[in-house]
T-cell receptor
Framework: AQSVTQLGSHVSVSEGALVLLRCNYS??????LFWYVQYPNQGLQLLLK??????LVKGINGFEAEFKKSETSFHLTKPSAHMSDAAEYFC?????????????FGKGTLLTVNP | GAGVSQSPRYKVAKRGQDVALRCDPI?????LFWYQQALGQGPEFLTY????????KSGLPSDRFFAERPEGSVSTLKIQRTQQEDSAVYLC?????????????FGSGTRLTVV
C-alpha cells in the first residue's frame, strides 16, 4: 500500500525566503504524486502533479517540485515566499491498479510566512 | 455550478444524533468522492461513486456511515448515531473521469462537531 510522510508539521519562513516542504512516499509501482494547498475554511486546491516524464514539475503560484526516485521524495519549493502562501500543504500519492482513483495524503505541513 | 458545493458548512450534533451531509458536484462530473479529514490530519478516503454506482466503500469507518448518489449527481453522506470520534471535516470531490486528478475539484467541506 502507498503511504506519504511529510517531514515537519509546521514550517515558518520570512517573506522573500525560500520555501521547502518535504514529502517522502512509499509505493510499489511508479507513483503519481501531487501537492495540494488548503487555505483556511476552504477545500483542497491542486498545486501540481507528477505522472511521468520530466521530473521537475512546475505548478501554480510559482511552486515547483522535483521527483527523485532514488530518494523516494517529492519536495515542494518556491524561491521567494509571499504572505499569501500561508496555508496548509498536503502531499498525496495516487493508488495503483484497480483503485487508481484513490489518493493517499500525508498529514500536512502548515506554512507560516512572517513579514 | 462552477464548483463543488457542500452543505451545511458547519454542523453540531449531539452524540447519538443522525446527520446528513450533502454534496453537489460539478455538473457532468462522473466521479464523486468523499474524504474525511480529522483535526491535524490529511484527508482519508471514504467512498467513491461512478455515476450512481458506489464502486468502493472500503474507507467507511463503520456501518453507521452510509453514502448514496441515487441519480448520479447529488450525493449524501449519512452518519447514524454519531459519536465523538466522527468529529471531522468531510470533503467531497468530483472529477470528469475516473482517475482524472487534474480534474479533481474539492468542495469546502462540512465541519462536523459531535458534542
Amino acid at each position: 500500500a502507498q503511504s506519504v510522510t511529510q517531514l515537519g508539521s509546521h514550517v515558518s519562513v520570512s517573506e522573500g525566503a525560500l520555501v521547502l516542504l518535504r514529502c517522502n512516499y512509499s509505493s510499489s509501482v511508479p507513483p503519481y504524486l501531487f501537492w495540494y494547498v488548503q487555505y483556511p475554511n476552504q477545500g483542497l486546491q491542486l498545486l501540481l502533479k507528477y505522472t511521468t516524464g520530466a521530473t521537475l514539475v512546475k505548478g501554480i503560484n510559482g511552486f515547483e517540485a522535483e521527483f527523485k526516485k532514488s530518494e523516494t521524495s517529492f519536495h515542494l519549493t518556491k524561491p521567494s515566499a509571499h504572505m499569501s502562501d500561508a496555508a496548509e500543504y498536503f502531499c498525496a500519492v495516487r493508488d495503483s491498479g484497480g483503485s487508481n482513483y484513490k489518493l493517499t495524503f500525508g498529514k500536512g505541513t502548515l506554512l507560516t510566512v512572517n513579514p | 455550478g462552477a464548483g463543488v458545493s457542500q452543505s451545511p458548512r458547519y454542523k453540531v450534533a449531539k452524540r447519538g444524533q443522525d446527520v446528513a451531509l450533502r454534496c453537489d458536484p460539478i455538473s457532468g462530473h462522473v466521479s464523486l468522492f468523499w474524504y474525511q479529514q480529522a483535526l491535524g490530519q490529511g484527508p482519508e478516503f471514504l467512498t467513491y461513486f461512478q455515476n450512481e454506482a458506489q464502486l468502493d466503500k472500503s474507507g467507511l469507518p463503520s456501518d453507521r456511515f452510509f453514502a448514496e448518489r441515487p441519480e448520479g449527481s447529488v450525493s449524501t453522506l449519512k452518519i447514524q448515531r454519531t459519536q465523538q470520534e466522527d468529529s471531522a471535516v468531510y470533503l467531497c470531490a468530483s472529477s470528469l473521469f475516473r482517475g482524472d486528478h487534474y480534474g479533481y475539484t474539492f468542495g469546502s467541506g462540512t465541519r462536523l462537531t459531535v458534542v
